[in-house]
């Protein structure tokens, strides 16, 4: 079969297209044009040639691998990127302790170029898990003015979509409070593009005064903008809120308007009846992060006890850049609290369908594989040992798809990762660059402590 020189062709592929709340998996080759699936031709998976030879080298056999849409990372932490081996001194017993004394000042000691490192490193790690739509929460009290510009720079450089926030925390006293609340808004007002959108970042409210979030919160419905926050990660963040201002956290965010359907609340542990109804009403989505509250000790929610009405999303918390592992460790982590496996399939079929739900408010075209969408795919080193279909695919999700490795990426027809291979990247250069700001954090960490 001839081809146009633009072309790019993919055979042999399991392409799991999204249509109705349904995984539809098809065998076939796929055409790529423009940046766009151009034809979709069905073929009969038992009797295709996995050994078929393709004379250009764009062009990819999958040998009856999967194909999916894009992994999306809903809550990220670019910048503890390079926190590894770090040396850390003082008491870790508790969740506040552990901010104070590794997260609270890893970030205060980042500066521009290890802002850039670790963004690098997490746009490669990104790749290598077929994650090209990434929602960060960023924090450098010491390097505001700038830091999402820098960061959305390298997203750019490494052809992936992101929406971008700073962390607005009072900690650190009125003028970085207010630096946090400039980058917020400028970056909203002068740097959005077709690739780079962005929310308005706050840390918890237990770090927020009144006044910092009626300032936000006068933007927030001026522009309508969501926010991007870490709600009740911690009991220690209901119990100081109560403390210092008599409300708890989902109570401020409602009394100030916050909550919207464009608003990401990070964790969401430890809610209340009430706090769901709360967050229901306004559409705002509960990002869970099971590697991270495992990690803290933070405790977890009843899963089954959350509106089914509140949109659900994965993330990683900063801990790794694999949110299908987060999505993996969900289902078990819900079957282990008692739940059926009818209860925990039909759960994690809702988030499967709600992030794609939620991606699309910032970026509508986010592909659903079908003809004439973005060729933006992942192909996973997986072939179905048994039939798959639409009734089945979320079996060999859980059970296959989810225990196996990334192949290859593709992001608006472009080869990310080709077999394995990063395309235009030097990965090797570009870990000993990143190694040499990781060892000034390392030194100037130690300083602090």
């Known amino acids: 079969m001839s081809k146009a020189k633009d072309e790019i062709r993919i055979t042999n592929a399991w392409l799991c297209q999204i249509e109705d709340k349904s995984v539809k998996p098809t065998f076939a080759d796929v055409t790529i044009k423009s940046g766009k699936i151009n034809k979709v031709i069905k073929k009969d998976f038992e009797k295709f040639n996995s050994a078929q030879t393709l004379s250009d080298p764009n062009d990819f056999n999958a040998a009856g691998r999967i194909v999916t849409i894009p992994n999306v990372n809903f ?7 390079l926190a590894k081996g770090l040396n850390v001194t003082g008491d870790t017993s508790n969740f506040f302790n552990i901010l104070t004394n590794l997260w609270w000042k890893l970030d205060l000691a980042l500066d521009l170029e290890m802002v850039r490192a670790s963004a690098q490193m997490a746009a490669f790690e990104s790749i290598k898990n077929g994650v090209t739509y990434i929602f960060d929460h960023h924090a450098s009290p010491s390097f505001t003015i700038g830091s999402l510009q820098t960061t959305a720079e390298v997203l750019n450089d490494f052809n992936l979509r992101g929406v971008l926030c700073f962390e607005t925390s009072d900690r650190n006293g009125n003028k970085l409070t207010n630096q946090a609340i400039i980058e917020n808004e400028s970056f909203f007002s002068k740097f959005q593009t077709e690739n780079i959108k962005s929310l308005y970042g706050l840390h918890a409210s237990f770090t927020l005064e009144n006044d910092t979030l009626k300032t936000v919160a006068k933007y927030v419905n001026e522009f309508n903008c969501g926010i991007h926050i870490h709600l009740c990660e911690d009991k220690s963040d209901s119990e100081l809120s109560l403390e210092k201002f008599g409300k708890n956290p989902v109570q401020r965010l409602f009394e100030n308007n916050l909550l919207n359907e464009k608003s990401i609340l990070a964790h969401g542990i430890h809610l209340e009846n009430n706090d769901y109804d709360i967050i229901s009403k306004f559409g705002s989505a509960i990002v869970y992060n ?15 006890s959350v509106p089914k009405s509140i949109p ?16 993996k460790k969900l ?20 988030i499967y369908f709600d992030q794609i739900d939620f991606v699309k408010k910032f970026f509508p075209d986010y592909t659903s594989l079908q003809v004439r969408d973005r060729a ?14 639409e009734q089945n695919f979320f079996g060999h999700w859980v059970y296959g798809i989810t225990e196996r490795s990334v192949n290859s990426v593709m992001q608006n027809g472009k080869w990310l990762m080709n077999n394995l291979q990063l395309t235009g990247i030097d990965q090797n250069k570009l870990s000993k660059e990143i190694f040499v700001q990781g060892k000034r954090l390392a030194e100037k960490f130690q300083s602090l402590t």
């Open 290 to 304: 099971p590697d991270s509250n495992l990690n803290n000790s933070v405790g977890l929610p009843n899963y089954e």
């Open 376 to 389: 933006d795919i992942v192909i996973w080193d997986y072939v179905p040992p048994a039939p798959m279909s």
């Open 331 to 350: 289902f078990l982590l819900h079957r282990h609290q008692g739940n059926s496996f009818e209860q925990s399939f039909n759960w994690i079929q809702k």
């Open 75 to 81: 809550h990220d932490h670019f910048y503890s990127r």
């Open 312 to 327: 659900i999303l994965c993330g990683t918390d900063g801990m790794h850049a694999d949110p299908v592992n987060s999505y």
